[in-house]
């Protein structure tokens, strides 16, 4: 079946980074298309986006949608975006030898996270409306959920609930995993939800997000290792772009905010040395200034027309 996701912020990615005819792009998570779609039909013939998602689902989708838009100037890897940087070679160097090394591309953009179609996708371990197997390997089953789930120590665990999903109830919930291990492994979604609906207290149960939200949202940062990539991806994206050229990331969950803040701040200024170095001792310059010094937030018609943008926040930097 196709989908189509509802593109977040797509007025605002299409402002700040004002793609325009023979322009080279990346977009880092491909999805339902919309922003490739959208940034494509601004390139021209002669312009190129190269476009990622690790998901073979969602690759397979956005090539129908794609193809339908009769769009020729995109280039489709089922990567993870942490490979970014090699990605890009392989699909630039050879013709444009000379300038590669001091960055070509004109924007690069990551919305990241999971779409609708995937969270919702009751066949995968996304989900927790029907009982499937304990998966949440965007690029399919890598085993990885289900070494977390039964062989991860219990601080690990506690960590990645308390951490990824701010989950309250952390401790009782890794409780009640470490209690079910006893008696065998725990291999379903179902599974996982019952020992969570046994762990919380009844309260939690009967508001209005869903008990076990916050564990499948940390399990499934955990298993596709979400910020570890982003903080590989981004300080290879900012040494591809071309001077004034910009990247947009679009993110909705403050620890992935952190991380785009902090590397665009250690990016946008010169030294690194602790303030009591009488000299810069570090040599460090900045290779990018910040665009929007105010987080930029979606509009409220957006938010009334698509409420899970609601989360949504984008920072744009440009390469100097
Ligand atoms: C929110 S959706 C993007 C929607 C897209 N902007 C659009 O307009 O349709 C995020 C996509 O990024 C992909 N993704 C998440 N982490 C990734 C990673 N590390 N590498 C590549 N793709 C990733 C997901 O599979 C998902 O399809």
């Not at 890598?142 to 219990?154: E, P, V």
């Not at 009640?176 to 019952?194: C, M």
């Not at 596709?224 to 990331?249: C, Q, T």
Request: aromatic fraction near 8%; proline fraction near 3%.
């Amino acid at each position: 079946m196709e989908y189509r996701h509802v593109p977040v912020m797509l007025d605002e990615v299409i402002e700040y980074l004002k793609p325009s005819e023979g322009e080279y792009f990346i977009d880092c998570t491909l999805g339902g298309a919309g922003y490739t779609k959208s940034i494509a039909k601004l390139l021209g013939k002669e312009g190129r986006i190269l476009s990622f998602d690790l998901d073979p689902w969602a690759i397979e989708n956005a090539k129908r949608i794609l193809k339908e838009e009769k769009l020729e100037n995109v280039i489709i890897e089922n990567i993870n975006f942490k490979n970014i940087y090699e990605t890009a070679e392989k699909n630039f160097k050879k013709n444009n030898k000379k300038e590669f090394d001091k960055g070509i591309f004109s924007g690069i953009v990551f919305d990241l996270g999971l779409s609708n179609a995937q969270l919702e996708d009751t066949k995968r371990g996304f989900s927790f409306k029907e009982d499937t197997p304990l998966d949440m390997a965007l690029e399919g089953d890598n085993g990885r959920t289900l070494d977390l789930i039964n062989n991860y120590s219990r601080e690990e665990l506690e960590t990645y609930l308390r951490e990824y999903g701010e989950e309250k109830f952390y401790k009782r919930i890794v409780g009640g995993i470490f209690d079910a291990r006893k008696t065998g492994s725990i291999e379903t979604t179902k599974q996982l939800v019952d020992i969570i609906e046994a762990a919380v207290p009844a309260f939690y149960k009967r508001q209005k997000i869903h008990f076990a939200t916050k564990t499948f949202q940390a399990l499934r940062i955990a298993t596709n290792e979400e910020l570890e990539s982003l903080k590989i991806a981004l300080p290879d994206s900012l040494r591809l772009l071309k001077k004034g050229g910009r990247i947009a990331v679009i993110s909705y969950h403050s620890l992935e905010d952190r991380i785009v803040k902090k590397i665009f701040k250690s990016e946008s200024i010169d030294c690194h040395c602790p303030s009591s170095f009488p000299v810069c001792q570090c040599g460090h310059k900045a290779s990018i200034k910040i665009i929007n010094k105010k987080i930029l937030l979606p509009t409220e018609e957006e938010v009334a027309r698509n409420p899970k943008s609601r989360s949504a926040k984008m920072r744009v930097a440009e390469k100097i």
